[in-house]
C-alpha cells in the first residue's frame, strides 16, 4: 500500500515556475514506478510525466518535454516535477501516482495522490 500527497500547486503567470512534490509512505517506494498525470475542467487524465524506479529512465509527454522534469529521492519517498516556462494550457490539478509498470495509462497506477491545483494566468 501507498499513500501520495502532492504539494506546491498555486497561481503563476505565463512563463513563470513551479515545483511539484509528491510525498510517499510505504517502505516500497523505490519499487515503483512513480507518475504525474493532470487534468483540466472537462477533459480526461493525461500523461504529464514518469520515471522509473532509479530515477535514471523519464518519460514525458510531447505537451511538456523541454519543460518539465521530474525526479526522484527514493531515500525521501518523494518524487518532484520542476515546471517551468509555464503556459496557461497547463492549468489543471496535478495528480501523483504509483504503478508496478511505465505506461502513460491512467488505469496502470494503483496508487493517486488528491491532487493539487496549478492555474497559469495569461
Known amino acids: 500500500q501507498v499513500q501520495l500527497v502532492e504539494s506546491g500547486g498555486g497561481l503563476v503567470q505565463a512563463g513563470g515556475s513551479l515545483r511539484l512534490s509528491c510525498a510517499a509512505s510505504?517502505?516500497?517506494?523505490?519499487?515503483?514506478?512513480m507518475g504525474w498525470f493532470r487534468q483540466a475542467p472537462g477533459n480526461e487524465r493525461e500523461f504529464v510525466a514518469a520515471?522509473?524506479?532509479?530515477?535514471?529512465?523519464?518519460y514525458y509527454a510531447d505537451s511538456v518535454k523541454g519543460r518539465f522534469t521530474i525526479s526522484r529521492d527514493n531515500a525521501k519517498n518523494t518524487v518532484d516535477l520542476q515546471m517551468n516556462s509555464l503556459k496557461p494550457d497547463d492549468t489543471a490539478v496535478y495528480y501523483c501516482?504509483?504503478?508496478?509498470?511505465?505506461?502513460?495509462?491512467?488505469?496502470?497506477?494503483?496508487?493517486w495522490g488528491q491532487g493539487t491545483q496549478v492555474t497559469v494566468s495569461s
Open positions: 501516482a504509483a504503478g508496478s509498470r511505465y505506461s502513460d495509462d491512467v488505469g496502470t497506477y494503483a496508487y
Open positions: 510505504g517502505r516500497t517506494f523505490s519499487s515503483y514506478v
Open positions: 520515471v522509473k524506479w532509479n530515477g535514471a529512465i523519464k
